[in-house]
Nanobody, 119 residues
Framework: QVQLEESGGGLVQAGESLRLSCAAS????????MGWFRQAPGKEREFVAA????????YYGDSVKGRFTMSRDNAKNTLYLQMNSLQPEDTAVYYC????????????WGQGTQVTVSS
């Protein structure tokens, strides 16, 4: 099993930045991919960013491209999401996710961290 714990959420104003962290523990050597999803009240869960845990690249959802950047620190088993130019529509609970293979997508989820952007 892999455990994921997010941190770094909070309340910011439009245009400001925030960085989320996700600490992975447990059988981290089994991780294939890690990423982020978000869910706003009354809306469906939305893909934000993801990439191979051993790699350096990432792919992003259309709504965050050019504003959000995902990075990893493999030595610390930590995933980051740098969020710039935040807008009220970015308000959501952000979840860190991981999976052991593409055939078992997003098997592991963190508890989520709230990001609120005021206008």
């Amino acid at each position: 099993q892999v455990q994921l714990e997010e941190s770094g959420g909070g309340l910011v104003q439009a245009g400001e930045s925030l960085r989320l962290s996700c600490a992975a523990s447990g059988r981290t050597f089994t991780i294939y991919r890690m990423g982020w999803f978000r869910q706003a009240p009354g809306k469906e869960r939305e893909f934000v960013a993801a990439g191979r845990w051993s790699g350096s690249s990432a792919y992003y959802g259309d709504s965050v491209k050019g504003r959000f950047t995902m990075s990893r620190d493999n030595a610390k088993n930590t995933l980051y999401l740098q969020m710039n130019s935040l807008q009220p529509e970015d308000t959501a609970v952000y979840y860190c996710v991981a999976d052991p293979s593409s055939s078992d997508p997003w098997r592991y989820w963190g508890q989520g961290t709230q990001v609120t952007v005021s206008s």
